[in-house]
């Protein structure tokens, strides 16, 4: 198992930057894709990004493509969302999610992932 913590989360005007964080506990995070979700009141939860187990492939939503730069660091088992030029439409409570793989396909949907960190709010200012 691997219990995810997200930090980072605030209130940022639109253009701004803010970057994510999110910590996983667990011997064997090199071995998990690792993705972030967003979600507003009264909508599913939305892809964002993805990330394979050793980093080098990575994958978008269209929406956020260009403008966020998903990463991460085994070594400190951490895996990270930089957000620039921030738009309103942003706003979201932002969850990192976890899935323990052997192969690499895109997981767009909520259900495809095993683990969910509490999630963490930003809020983008017109």
């Known amino acids: 198992q691997v219990q995810l913590v997200e930090s980072g989360g605030g209130l940022v005007q639109a253009g701004g930057s803010l970057r994510l964080s999110c910590a996983a506990s667990?011997?064997?995070?090199?071995?998990?894709?690792m993705g972030w979700f967003r979600q507003v009141p009264g909508k599913e939860r939305e892809f964002v990004a993805q990330i394979s187990y050793g980093g080098g492939t990575t994958y978008y939503a269209d929406s956020i493509k260009g403008r966020f730069t998903i990463s991460r660091d085994n070594a400190k088992n951490s895996v990270y969302l930089q957000m620039n030029s921030l738009k309103p439409e942003d706003t979201a409570v932002y969850y990192c999610?976890?899935?323990?793989?052997?192969?690499?396909?895109?997981?767009?949907?909520?259900?495809?992932?095993?683990?969910w960190g509490q999630g963490t709010q930003v809020t983008v200012s017109s």
């Open positions: 999610a976890a899935v323990l793989v052997s192969f690499w396909v895109p997981r767009l949907t909520a259900g495809s992932w095993d683990y």
């Open positions: 667990g011997r064997t995070f090199s071995s998990y894709a």
